[in-house]
């Protein structure tokens, strides 16, 4: 992938929510242009006041950004950052002929949503990658970062991805690349679910689950990480425990964050996901099933 002649990057953000606010932020105040494609309100707000962002890890600052109800002009790299339920909608701001020759970054919950991406964008642009992160859009144009870190794994074989690695890393998102596209994803499917599920199901936090709900969180993850061992990627059950373990105890999932706000949930993009892998591979996950009927209102 190669790196703009001036060294400065123009980067298109489809969704400048929580995850995608604070990476919009953060290039921007790392030099590069940045785009933020989204609804009329917010791209007003933005184009105002810039991105208002609120961390104890970067600190305080405000990010002088573009903004647009819809991609108008090629970019060297658009990162998808929508919610998956507003994927295919989101999707229509960035047409294809518009994009030119950039790299689709998503940056989803789930592990179907790259053959959306590809079908759209063609398979060639499209470098599935995922995130891990705290952070929340409390108003337009404003972000509360709450966890210590920033990390970005993109699945690569056959890419040069180098740079882009580099230039997410400079910005402040520590990124990796390596592994195939499903252990990527696999990888952070098989700590979600269990963490999304609970979480939401009871309206706890991680403090709350790991303790009150352990037998149930332990049960999870061992099913989860059975389904991701069955479509091919070793999965750690005492490892995910463990991080669990070490997450700060008011630490609340993404999902469960749109439940209290009253928000669709990713409840088919993550539990659904993992049912439908589950039953593919004929792996038995009654819990997980119990759950997501229990969220779904069944």
């Given at each position: 992938m190669p790196v703009p002649a001036s060294g400065r990057w123009t980067v298109a953000v489809l969704g400048p929510g929580g995850v995608g606010g604070l990476l919009a932020a953060l290039l921007s105040r790392a030099g590069h242009r940045v785009i933020c494609v989204a609804g009329q309100e917010t791209a007003?707000?933005?184009?105002?006041?810039?991105?208002?962002?609120?961390?104890?890890?970067f600190g305080d600052f405000t990010a002088v950004v573009e903004a647009d109800t819809e991609l108008r002009e090629p970019a060297d790299l658009c990162v998808v950052a929508v919610k998956a339920t507003a994927l295919d909608a989101a999707a229509e701001r960035v047409a294809p002929e518009r994009l030119g020759d950039a790299r689709v970054l998503p940056l989803l919950n789930g592990i179907e949503h790259p053959d959306v991406l590809r079908a759209r964008y063609g398979a060639q642009q499209v470098?599935?990658?995922?995130?891990?992160?705290?952070?929340?859009?409390?108003?337009?144009?404003?972000?509360?970062?709450?966890?210590?870190?920033?990390?970005?794994?993109?699945?690569?074989?056959?890419?040069?991805?180098?740079?882009?690695?580099?230039?997410?890393?400079?910005a402040g998102a520590r990124t990796t690349v390596g592994g195939d596209e499903t252990a990527v994803l696999w990888a952070k499917l098989a700590f979600l679910a269990p963490f999304a599920l609970l979480t939401t199901r009871y309206g706890l936090t991680i403090g709350e689950t790991r303790t009150g709900r352990r037998e149930e969180l332990v049960r999870l993850v061992e099913e989860a990480a059975a389904v991701s061992r069955a479509c091919g990627v070793p999965a750690d059950a005492a490892g995910i425990l463990a991080r669990y373990d070490s997450f700060p105890a008011a630490t609340k999932s993404s999902m469960q964050r749109d439940a209290e706000a009253g928000r669709p949930l990713e409840l088919d993009a993550i539990g659904g996901a993992l049912l439908r892998s589950a039953e593919r591979h004929g792996v038995e996950v009654p819990l997980a099933g119990r759950l997501v009927a229990e969220l779904a209102g069944g």
């Open positions: 007003h707000v933005l184009r105002r006041n810039g991105l208002q962002v609120r961390s104890r890890h470098v599935p990658g995922v995130i891990r992160v705290e952070s929340t859009r409390t108003a337009p144009g404003v972000i509360e970062h709450g966890s210590p870190f920033v990390e970005i794994d993109l699945a690569g074989t056959g890419q040069d991805l180098g740079p882009l690695a580099k230039m997410l890393t400079d």
